[in-house]
Each structure stands twice: as structure tokens, then as C-alpha cells.
């Protein structure tokens, strides 16, 4: 079965999401989970895997801290990689957003007449 187009879209937004959400303030995985996971509906399971390979790609660090009641948790901070990466999708995520607002805004076209010359004299 064909993944919908919403499942697409989160599926690509889903990095520069937490890039944006690590800005705001370091975080461990499941807290970073649990806010896509209302903000956007994105599961659970998604953000482990992408944690890993944006450890891999320099854009994220990662640190523990002891739980008082528990084991200590890994913490996730952007690096410099990670905030040049997050101020470059963020342009390109707005000038995309931006093209199809417009496309969607436009006004809807009468079959057959976008290609033939309006009729100047019509009107006289």
C-alpha cells in the first residue's frame, strides 16, 4: 500500500523537527518523541533510528545525566554542524512552504483558455 502524502511529509520534515526542537534546549530521545508525537502524530519508534544517524552525520552530541530514579539518560545537543544543517532546511522548508501556499492560493484556471490570448477588443 502506497504511504499517504502525510506520511510523506512528516517523513520529511522529521529532521529539521528535531533539529529545531534541540535548538530550544537539549533533550533525550523520548522527550524529543513525545513532542512530534503530539505536534505532528509521528510514532514513537521513527525518532531512535534518526537519533543515531544524526549522531553519525556530526549534527548532534550526546552526554548523560544521572536520574535520580533510574538509569542515567542520554541527553542530545546540536553541534555547529547541526546548526548550520537546521538554518539551511529551515530556509529551504520556508521558500518550499512559501512555493506551494502559492500554487494552492491560485486561482483556479477555466479549461482550455490558459494558452489563448485574452480578446482585447471584447470589452469595446
Not at 512552504?97 to 485574452?118: F, H, I, Q, W, Y
Request: with cysteine; proline share 6%.
Amino acid at each position: 500500500m502506497p504511504e499517504t502524502i502525510e506520511i510523506q511529509l512528516k517523513k520529511g520534515v522529521l529532521t529539521l523537527c528535531v533539529l529545531a526542537l534541540l535548538n530550544r534546549h537539549d533533550s533525550y530521545a523520548y522527550e524529543i518523541a513525545s513532542t512530534l508525537s503530539v505536534a505532528i502524530d509521528m510514532g514513537e519508534g521513527t525518532i531512535y533510528p534518526l537519533m543515531r544517524r544524526m549522531q553519525a552525520d556530526g549534527q548532534v552530541e550526546t552526554y548523560l545525566v544521572e536520574s535520580p530514579s533510574g538509569p542515567s539518560r542520554k541527553y542530545y545537543r546540536l553541534t555547529d554542524a547541526g546548526r548550520r544543517a537546521l538554518d539551511v532546511q529551515t530556509t529551504e522548508w520556508r521558500a518550499f512552504a512559501r512555493a506551494v501556499e502559492s500554487v494552492l492560493a491560485a486561482p483556479a484556471e477555466t479549461p482550455g483558455t490558459a494558452d489563448k490570448p485574452a480578446d482585447k477588443g471584447a470589452d469595446q
